[in-house]
């Protein structure tokens, strides 16, 4: 089978444990090799593949999508990537809701269970530490484990469709100035983001949000350890006319403290995308948001040829192709890049 | 692509707007050409397909059943339109109850994502316009729209598969006489029904039902306008005898008023079809439901010839069948049609 | 359309009514020589499809799980099942939430509409003579109804899984000593385990459970009545040793009086089997579980050679299989058999 990801350690309970292919939990598994095999595989796959079309390259394969939390979206992604690649896919209504949940059945029993039965797992879990629990237990070696959002933790294919999107629009990632805005504390996207981007040479990033909700301090002592500038802002206007990138995300108001609930409330209100800031922003600048937006970016902005976020939720069928492939299907990996190279 | 519909204008946000091809919106839009080629199309699928078999004409295509009010019905007679013709379906469990709908996301926002994924979205929605907003979203112009229920308004699945039914029996709707029974003051069937009857010259109708649940005013109205004879009438045993199409509706029993509780409970046990009252209709008089129906027809009715409510049933799969043809294979339609000619 | 299962007798509703071919209603349907037959079949369908494979015999054919009450495990069963056989699978979510259920239509009526539909329903229902009733209907004809779990009655796939493993280990039923373990009086599985191995001659069972929980005398009476040894115990520790047949079932410790309550749960701590109980068998003994499992089986105990629970659920699959395939392409399960023969 082709490898188009490293393995790569993790502490876990205490201990060093290593990410085994093929399972995908987290999005630091990838080497930048790996990362440009993938994104070539996915541009591939993107021209080839669209609307009324359907390859046969997973034929006789079954896609379980295991959703133990709502996320019809990233569902339906997965399903769409499955079946236009020609496998069946299989998705049971709200999982958690389960008699065998309710009645105590360990996570690893179940997955143990349609281990047996499918050819690949797409796992969305409220455990942080879900996707690596199930592709660990030491039954689940038959099947391949796509980690699909861990709790707070990772969401690895989100992360891979946000590359993808930059490096489409840019053709490089090196060298680029990003702002990162939103409830940076509690954003996995955002921590995603950030960890990946120190992969990249000369990435400068600016961090856009109010004190209490400002990036925790073990993601920025890992991007100064790593030679990464960074920044800490309070408003996106300081920042916006000079970044390649704003990815947006949203102010979550829900506090208990009085205090931090008005200044988040503020924040939200002073950090929106309007067109006259978009306007603002250099001619090749982008707008990203991993969707779904409330009113961080505001409907007129839709228009503008630097808003790119609901081409990422398209590239985003285009990676989970690409992953699927990669799984069950290295063969044609090979023969699509070879074609194309 | 054929055009098997005509454009309709509708007043939506206080102005004039299209519904466009090749979304269908409303019963409306379609001319009488346009449903006799459509009735016709329908007939040839029903003939052609049936258990076990399964044809390659929508191969490639990806149904998206976007259901965010509970109706396994519709749900299933889409899939199985869908399936017998090689799409393949996607029916995401509760949207409703979506993290992203809670977190405030808009309709269009959510069709928008869905949009650059899949071939057709059926979308049915608890506001009376959202089929209507869903197809007129600049975005959207990549996926045709079916309403498969808006609010308490189109169902337009539906009208159709009422409409095939009584053609296919009687070959004819004009001059028939039909008896419209049940909440009409609520029921979207019952208005839908009443207007698309207007088309049809000699068309005579009677709506039955108490006072309180009578016909609104405006459908009357329209009907008067369009020189259609309309009587109302308290009691289907005045007019059962007489009348070519029985068509029955629930009595939504559940008001405040006390008095209107009365009434209604009083209109659902007088005005039950049971075998006695279809033993005397005419010989080739039909009896409708859009189901399901509770008590208001006897089970022992089933059997009686002129019970059609299940045919109509299956009749939805191929009218579906039919509009998905229409809109994702209009070339197949034409040689259909063509060799049936 | 070949036969191969037999017509059985039940009384329902007062009178002796037929269990008619082809629906699977409960497992006493099968003879001895239909079961070996099934089995064999059974066997074939394992060694030819597993993982990446599927086949196209039950291309054109609609599975529909009509499943109202919660159960992901047998839902992705049948649904693996029908795909990697080749036919389209469709899987209401909640049919139990339906509009219509809610507004009160009767399961006849629901059934009804889908049997037109599709080609065979998979029906879970809470109400224990739901399979029988809905495939009595005589509007149900068309379509075959397989029991997928009947209120606290009949299971009878639960049935032929647990059956087919021991035969498959074992190569014969004959002769086996059973312990069959837990809430015998509530267990559906563990009478319907007590019915089937009465077919065979020289079974013995060891009901294991405290007195308040033990297998209910019309059980007890049926198995004297032919011929079977049957015998009562407090705990495992006094017949592992010399089964063959280890089945356990989860203690449902949920009961309103206090005192059985405790006894309950001393008996769930008392009969749970570890590594060390395990070991205590006999060395081509079996342990085996419907699953979920709580703390039944110590997860120590999986690795043990004698541990079969998950094949078990895996063989569900390949019993669903068999039956599908029965069902709806008969001419090939000749094919198959003669073949193998």
């Known amino acids: 089978m082709v ?148 709790g707070k933790g990772q969401h690895p294919t989100q992360s891979l469709l946000d590359y993808f999107t930059i490096r489409e629009r840019f053709g490089r990632i090196e060298g680029l100035i990003v702002a990162i805005c939103g409830d940076l504390k509690h954003g996995r996207t955002s921590r995603s983001l950030a960890y990946l981007l120190s992969k990249y040479k000369g990435v400068e990033i600016y961090f856009v949000a109010p004190q209490v909700a400002q990036m925790s301090p073990d993601v920025l002592d890992y991007l100064t350890s790593h030679n990464v500038k960074w920044h800490q802002s309070e408003t996106l206007k300081e920042v916006i006319s000079f970044v390649d990138v704003c990815y947006m995300t949203r102010f979550q108001t829900e506090r208990e403290d009085p205090e931090e609930k008005e200044i988040m409330a503020h924040a939200s209100m002073v950090n929106v995308i309007d067109e006259q800031l978009a306007e603002s922003m250099k001619d090749d600048a982008i707008i990203m948001h991993p969707l779904p937006r409330i009113h961080e970016i505001k409907w007129g902005v839709d228009k503008n040829k630097r808003s790119v976020y609901f081409l990422q939720a398209l590239n985003g069928d285009y990676i989970r192709m690409a992953l699927l492939l990669c799984i069950l299907n290295p063969d044609k990996v090979e023969k699509l890049l070879a074609s194309a190279a």
């Open 3 to 150: 490898k188009y990801w490293g393995k790569d350690n993790v502490v876990w309970q205490d201990k060093m444990v290593e990410i085994d292919f093929p399972h995908v939990i987290h999005a630091q598994q990838f080497s930048l090799d790996d990362l440009e095999k993938l994104f070539m595989l996915t541009a591939i796959l993107k021209q080839q593949i669209g609307k009324g079309k359907k390859k046969d390259w997973l034929n006789g394969n079954i896609v379980l999508n295991l959703i133990y939390e709502p996320s019809t979206r990233t569902m339906t992604s997965f399903s769409v990537a499955g079946l236009r690649l020609g496998a069946d896919v299989i998705t049971p209504a709200d999982p958690a809701k389960l008699s065998s949940v309710i009645k105590g059945e360990t996570l690893e029993d179940s997955i143990r269970i349609y281990a047996d039965k499918v050819d690949v797992i797409i796992l969305r879990h409220k455990d942080d530490d879900s996707a690596l629990r199930a592709s660990r237990s030491r039954f689940c070696q038959g099947v391949p484990i796509i980690n699909a959002g861990a």
